[in-house]
């Protein structure tokens, strides 16, 4: 009798052992072999019920702040939550299965971007600070976005691009204020757009002696027009210039010198 009650225990105990591990088997592994992008990789996507592993190379993660999941249309999955280790990411949620793409703060000067973690390979873009053009991309650019998406990027850059043409067109040229003590040539060298500044000592226009345009706009809503040089785009780092006089008249933002358009 005490034997049978053993043998029943022991079996009792397999099957409770066995229904655990069952548990524990991933629904779906992904396993990947992508090249690292600055030192950042993920080596394996574990598909659970209730939950999402995803185990990246060696402290890629080291300080995360956010982390947003995203299903295969790249819509947000909300009522996530998550936990974070130098190399993993545990998400748990019961849609843990539709879960295709994520986004990582990993801190201020980093984030990573990843799609289709649900396939043979993924594709990743790591974006970190560059003092000189603030967060720049690195990775999989041409695989990372659809080509739909491609293409309407390409159209707002093409847009951006004829905006920004129109409002250098209404400054460039060469500008001298009366006395000849501060001369503006705006043009074009090797393709991109500049002000180089020469003025007389004591002037004080506020204006270094080169501006590289990054950015430029136009609001036509001011009084007069009001043209705004960014030669920052990222940092914001931006000069105002005001026409007048049917545009041939020019005048710097923190200045009262006024100068007039002679070319």
Same mark, same amino acid.
């Given at each position: 009798?005490?034997?049978?009650?053993?043998?029943?225990?022991?079996?009792?105990?397999?099957?409770?052992?066995?229904?655990?591990c069952?548990?524990?088997?991933p629904?779906?592994?992904?396993?990947?072999?992508h090249?690292e992008?600055?030192?950042?990789? @993920?080596?394996?996507t574990?598909?659970?019920?209730?939950?999402?592993?995803?185990?990246?190379?060696?402290?890629?993660?080291?300080?995360a702040?956010?982390?947003?999941?995203?299903?295969?249309?790249?819509?947000? @999955?909300?009522?996530v939550?998550?936990?974070?280790?130098?190399?993993?990411?545990t998400?748990?949620?019961?849609?843990?299965?539709?879960?295709?793409?994520?986004?990582?703060?990993?801190?201020?000067?980093?984030?990573?971007?990843?799609?289709y973690?649900?396939?043979?390979?993924?594709?990743?873009?790591?974006?970190?600070?560059?003092?000189? @053009?603030?967060?720049?991309p690195?990775?999989?650019?041409?695989?990372?976005?659809?080509?739909?998406?491609?293409?309407?990027?390409?159209e707002r850059?093409?847009?951006?691009e004829?905006?920004?043409?129109k409002?250098?067109?209404l400054?460039?040229?060469?500008?001298?204020?009366?006395?000849?003590?501060?001369r503006?040539?705006?043009?074009?060298?090797?393709?991109?757009r500049?002000?180089?500044?020469y003025?007389?000592?004591?002037?004080?226009?506020g204006?270094?002696?080169?501006?590289?345009i990054?950015g430029?706009?136009?609001?036509?809503?001011?009084?007069?027009?009001?043209v705004i040089?960014?030669d920052?785009?990222?940092?914001?780092?931006?000069y105002?210039?005001?026409?007048?006089?049917?545009n041939t008249?020019l005048?710097?933002y923190?200045s009262?010198?006024v100068?007039?358009?002679i070319q």
């Amino acid at each position: 009798m005490k034997k049978t009650i053993l043998v029943t225990a022991l079996m009792v105990i397999c099957m409770c052992l066995m229904t655990a591990c069952d548990k524990e088997k991933p629904l779906k592994t992904y396993t990947y072999n992508h090249e690292e992008i600055l030192e950042i990789s @993920i080596e394996k996507t574990s598909v659970y019920s209730d939950r999402l592993l995803i185990e990246f190379s060696e402290d890629s993660l080291y300080g995360a702040e956010e982390v947003v999941c995203y299903d295969d249309n790249f819509k947000i @999955i909300e009522d996530v939550d998550y936990s974070v280790a130098k190399d993993k990411i545990t998400i748990h949620t019961e849609s843990a299965s539709q879960i295709s793409g994520l986004y990582i703060r990993v801190n201020f000067d980093k984030e990573i971007n990843v799609r289709y973690l649900d396939s043979d390979n993924y594709a990743m873009i790591v974006y970190t600070w560059a003092d000189d @053009i603030g967060m720049m991309p690195n990775g999989d650019l041409d695989t990372y976005y659809t080509e739909k998406e491609k293409e309407e990027r390409a159209e707002r850059e093409a847009e951006l691009e004829a905006a920004e043409a129109k409002a250098f067109s209404l400054i460039e040229g060469v500008w001298e204020n009366d006395e000849k003590t501060l001369r503006l040539e705006i043009m074009y060298v090797d393709e991109n757009r500049v002000i180089k500044v020469y003025e007389e000592e004591g002037v004080g226009s506020g204006l270094p002696a080169e501006i590289p345009i990054d950015g430029i706009s136009v609001n036509e809503e001011s009084e007069p027009v009001e043209v705004i040089v960014y030669d920052n785009v990222s940092w914001g780092a931006a000069y105002s210039f005001y026409l007048s006089d049917n545009n041939t008249k020019l005048q710097y933002y923190n200045s009262e010198i006024v100068l007039e358009k002679i070319q």
